[in-house]
């Protein structure tokens, strides 16, 4: 039996536009990013010159408006787009959908003269964006943050850390979360910070498992200075902004983890086809096609939750729920197949001398960003049954 190549994945698209844009994508895999993943990730090396290249190509700001410099593209296309990215290199596909985290808040409840004045940059300037939520003492229970905005004229000064934050240290603009009124959800308002900003510095990349090429840092703000004309939203709006922010961005976590997943099912059946033990494919014996078979129907299973989520999203109706199911769902999915094709490559799976060791390492993040699995339990189980008695 040949060895069986892995066949591109047969998207149903809406139009014909959107199929034109995924040859462009995969050319641009092929060409750009597949080659140099396992050298550059082994490296610990972050492609800036791919994201300026992604940018120039129109594919950082895909599901924004095209007034401002987006591609107009529901978040249907969106999410595949980050799929294919994310099979070949997660470090690329994974920063792209932080990127497009980092633009949402200034894209939906930016005023129309910030939209206009820094969106186009943003979304097809060749600027690199970064979100900032999280803190040291808070993660999941990001409403406790403590990170301070406090008024001074027309100026805002923002002091305190962010922690866990995707391109911290080489970001071009920061959407930062900061207490700037009293306790909880409602004292939070949201900044657009830019990365050149006097006080504002990284500190050493975390030193990490896998994405070893994607730098994730704390990220400090020592009394930086930023205009109110900086401030997105209302004050006090900057808790819903970002629960908004995370609603989407949780889909393209879900994309990104089915494409890891894809491209750890190709490694398998390549390998599982083209290796032969007691004179045959080990791909003839039935424990092996069991496995694969229940590998690509997770995937499958996995796709299609994601993109019920995100054709309701494109409809304007409520997916908060369906967000968090196709997050749970996509992330488990990632890391059980990933694992799995660790153990059908055998001893060789377990060597960096073959992808699928990388695989399996870099699924295990996705099931602890943008919330942990654990939240996403919390957040479906609260749109079933209600909130929780105390």
């Known amino acids: 039996m040949p060895d069986r190549a892995p066949q591109p994945v047969d998207r149903q698209l809406p139009t014909d536009e959107a199929r034109d844009l995924f040859s462009l994508v995969r050319e641009l895999v092929q060409r750009e990013i597949a080659p140099s993943a396992a050298e550059e990730e082994d490296a610990g090396r972050f492609p800036r010159e791919t994201f300026s290249l992604l940018s120039e190509s129109g594919l950082l700001g895909l599901p924004y408006d095209s007034d401002f410099g987006g591609g107009d593209q529901p978040y249907e296309v969106y999410l595949q787009v980050l799929e294919e990215l994310a099979a070949a290199r997660l470090t690329v596909g ?89 306790e909880g959800a409602r ?120 993109l019920t989520a995100a054709r309701l999203r494109d409809a304007g109706r409520p997916f908060s729920k369906q967000a968090a199911m196709a997050k749970l769902m996509c992330t488990d999915t990632a890391m059980k197949v990933t694992t799995d094709a660790v153990q059908v490559l055998g001893g060789y799976g377990y060597t960096a001398d073959f992808p699928a060791e990388r695989f399996m390492r870099e699924a295990k993040v996705l099931q602890i960003v943008e919330g942990t699995n654990q939240i996403q339990r919390m957040v479906i189980a609260r749109h079933l049954a209600g909130p929780e008695t105390r």
């Not at 497009?100 to 409840?109: G, K, T, V």
């Not at 939209?115 to 964006?129: D, K, S, V, W, Y």
Request: charge should be negative; aromatic fraction near 6%; hydrophobic fraction near 45%.
């Open 94 to 182: 994974l920063g792209v959908s932080v990127h497009s985290l980092a633009c949402h808040a200034l894209a939906n409840f930016g005023n129309k003269e910030q939209r206009a004045e820094l969106l186009p940059a943003m979304l097809g300037g060749g600027l690199l964006g970064a979100y900032c939520l999280s803190e040291p003492s808070s993660g999941s229970d990001a409403a406790s943050l403590r990170t301070k905005a406090v008024r001074e004229g027309d100026d805002w000064v923002i002091t305190g850390t962010k922690a866990w934050i995707t391109h911290g240290g080489i970001a071009d603009f920061y959407t930062v979360l900061a207490r700037s009124g009293g």
């Open 187 to 306: 004292g939070i308002t949201a900044f657009l910070v830019p990365g050149d900003a006097e006080g504002l510095s990284a500190a050493a990349p975390e030193k990490k498992m896998g994405m070893k090429g994607s730098p994730t840092a704390q990220v400090h703000f020592d009394g930086v200075r930023v205009s109110d004309a900086r401030r997105i939203g209302d004050e006090g709006q900057g808790f819903a902004i970002a629960l908004s922010a995370l609603d989407s961005g949780r889909l393209g976590i879900a994309a990104c983890a089915i494409g890891v997943a894809q491209a750890a099912l190709d490694e398998a059946l390549a390998y599982a086809t083209g290796r032969e033990q007691f004179g045959r494919p080990i791909a003839d014996f039935q424990g092996l096609r069991f496995m694969l078979a229940d590998m690509a129907t997770q995937i499958e299973a996995g796709r299609a939750l994601y």
